[in-house]
């Protein structure tokens, strides 16, 4: 997200080794496809989804109002938020105990879009040998134009993903026609230019150094894991001692050399330069092109498979592995509380909400009748879909009269409206200040009301 | 057949100390300028706060608000990273050998 990082790239420091990671088929190489097609498809999908005539899910700022599907929360939802966080959070910490990095390898952003950036990056370039190749090269033509196709893939992957971020926060039918008419407004152009350098930056050039250096989660994964937790992992028991060898040749097996041929591919597939066989270290974002490149390699041999494969370090020691356990358990027990309770709380929302604020200009002022009277602005917010017709009334002020322009105002549903009403007493009944409560009753369900604090004042 | 590259993956080089401070500090003020924004302009409406004169018409208008409101806790953020960096990389350790004292 903060792509800034480039811009001293060259001046400041030293120019990075670069990573070329090879292309890599097989199992998990099909299942990363398969996440990053249906992630991204969602990312840029969702957005042109319609539901109940607009858009299904829209953060609408400016309107500080956000649709998702057929229900509309308003800044004072903001604790449902939280609630999401705090699952989101439970829920990695239970799939780490469990499974690892999955998330790392499969679903997290930097490297699902890290994914379509090598794709494209292969599409111009070619594969590693050729990109190593053409980097050596002198700028020839077949150089700039490949390297102009890759910026030019990049720069519109980029821009559109920023358009489609944007989205999100405007309807994005509007973005379209303001972009087609030269009409989009300026802070719409700034957030679709600055999501789009985001990105280009983040999955064109910094990819899994993201991982390495910014990323909290590789550095206290260990809190998570234990023992029973799966990881990538290579068998040194089997592999060892390494040494190359032709398929069907059993004579230096049987002089004790393990199944690892030195090849390499394993390093070379790995996007973020490390040798798994070196043992877990915490730049592995558990992306399997490891395991994946090497079973290729122990098809060809004749060997079988699982040289490099997801295990456990009870596994690798020889002993069971333990799915459920305690701390498994408690995750469990812990993320099923926390999202039954969210979803009874969006399900049996309060549909009203009602804000109180003072009129600034007077603390109180004395009518001609000879009352005391206090201004408030109500603000009553209907997140219900349908409109209602609401009856305001004060709690707390003895012999209160409430004047209003709009009796029974009726607000619209998923709106807000502001009524402005006079409180009075009569002059001499109080002194200073008082609180007192404003109630809000929905006409047609009376047995729902909303209250808000405020404070009355009068002579000293 | 199994042709391994002429060439085995270089080991990736770090990032340059200095280098690996900018990332840190720019990703983690950006984490805490996203949270800032949520948390303050849940609770405050932009046209609510203009008073008079202060924030100006241009800036009580919600899209400019937010967007000044996030750069300005970016901002904020980012200087006290970058103050803790400092602080934690110039400063003493633990570890360091301790200077002889004075004859």
Redesign the interface.
Known sequence: ??A??HA?EHS???A???????EVTGRFARLRVAAVLVLLGIFYGLPWLQWDGRQAVLFD??A?KFYIFGITFF?QD?FL?TWLLVIAALSLFFFTALAGRLWCGYACPQTVWTQAFVWMERLAEGK??QR?KLDKQPWTFNKLWRKSLKQVLWISFSLYTGYSFVGYFSPIHGLAEGITQFSL?S?ET??VLFYGFATYGNAGHMRE??C???CPYARFQSAMSDRNTLIISYDAKRGEPRGSRARGDDQLAKQGQGDC?D???C??A?P??IDIRRGLQYDCIACAACIDACDT?MD?LGSPRGLVRYSTQAQLDGKATRILRPRIFIYAMLLTLLTAGFGYAVTHRMPFDVDV?RD?NALYRTTSEGLIENVYSIRIINKDQHPHAFQLSIDGLPNATIDTDVPQPVVAGGAVMTVVIRVRVPEGQEHGGRDIKVIAKAIDRPALHVTSKARFFSEP | MIEPDEELTPAASPWSRLREAVGVVLWSSFLAACLETMLFFAWFDPPLLSHDDFPPAWLAQRPTAYAVGFFFFWCCSAVAAAFTAYLIESGPHASDVPAKPQQ
């Open positions: 997200m903060n800034q990082l001293p400041l420091y030293a990075q080794q670069k990573i070329y990671p090879r700022l400016p500080r800044p903001f938020l590693r040998a190593i407004g802070w700034f957030w150094q993201v390495k250096y910014m041929v090849c390499t591919l390093v070379q790995c973020t330069g390699v060809k604020l600034r």
